[in-house]
């Protein structure tokens, strides 16, 4: 079945170091988005890629950075300078020339401590 | 920001009509009113999508006003199992959404 995979499911790191969040799709999408949600919250922006080999910051890329060296692919790192990385991590993919909007992940849940 | 407006919470019977409303009165050219709901903590579902005209699908109707400033979401039947988080987004396809803090429905036995 054609899907987005997010993994792991939940992600437990010591403060300071980095980790990256896997996003693999098989959808053949050509936008793929990363989003943070925070408890009660709804999500917040953190990167997005329209096309591989590109990508533009969303409303909180600070402490975030990405790449896209392939379609299927879209890896978000968390590096040491995220102030409060602790949050529930939600990726997506869109297509283009089609109006259905998004479709998610499963989400990872990270926790820092 | 997001640009739409919606209720934080509401209250449905089981087996009742629940209509969710939003707002949207800055929605502008072609953009869509997409429909996410998200059951707790799991990755936001896709329920139904409009442009100008009322659509339906298997899961729910989508009721776009006139002016397109306002939409409501109706699942005809509500069980428990639709308990969740309800989204309302506008936008344009293979662009940034916005997501509010959608408005969380209870549906009672």
């Known amino acids: 079945d054609g899907g987005i995979t997010q993994s792991p499911k939940y992600l437990f790191r010591k403060e300071g170091q980095n980790v990256t969040l896997s996003c693999e799709q098989n959808l053949n999408h050509d936008a793929m988005y990363w989003y943070r949600q925070d408890p009660g919250q709804g999500l917040r922006l953190i990167y997005y890629?329209?096309?591989?080999?590109?990508?533009q910051k969303g409303d909180i890329a600070e402490g975030y950075s990405v790449s896209r060296e392939k379609k299927e692919s879209f890896p978000l790192t968390v590096t040491s300078a995220q102030k409060n990385p602790t949050a529930f991590y939600l990726c997506?993919?869109?297509?283009?020339?089609?109006?259905?909007?998004?479709?998610f992940g499963s989400g990872t849940r990270l926790t820092v401590v | 920001d997001a640009k739409t407006t919606q209720p934080p919470s509401m209250d449905c019977a089981e087996g009742r009509a629940a209509n969710l409303p939003c707002n949207h009165s800055t929605i502008s050219g072609n953009e869509y009113v997409y429909w996410y709901r998200q059951i707790h903590s799991q990755g936001p579902q896709y329920i139904i999508h409009g442009l100008k005209n009322n659509e339906t699908n298997e899961m729910a109707s989508l009721i776009i006003t006139e002016d397109r400033k306002s939409s409501t979401l109706i699942l005809p039947h509500a069980t428990l199992r639709d308990t969740a988080v309800y989204y309302c987004i506008v936008g344009y396809n293979f662009n940034k959404f916005y997501f509010g803090s959608g408005t969380k429905l209870n549906v009672k036995p």
């Open positions: 997506a993919s869109s297509i283009r020339h089609e109006n259905y909007g998004y479709t």
């Open positions: 890629s329209q096309i591989v080999n590109d990508f």
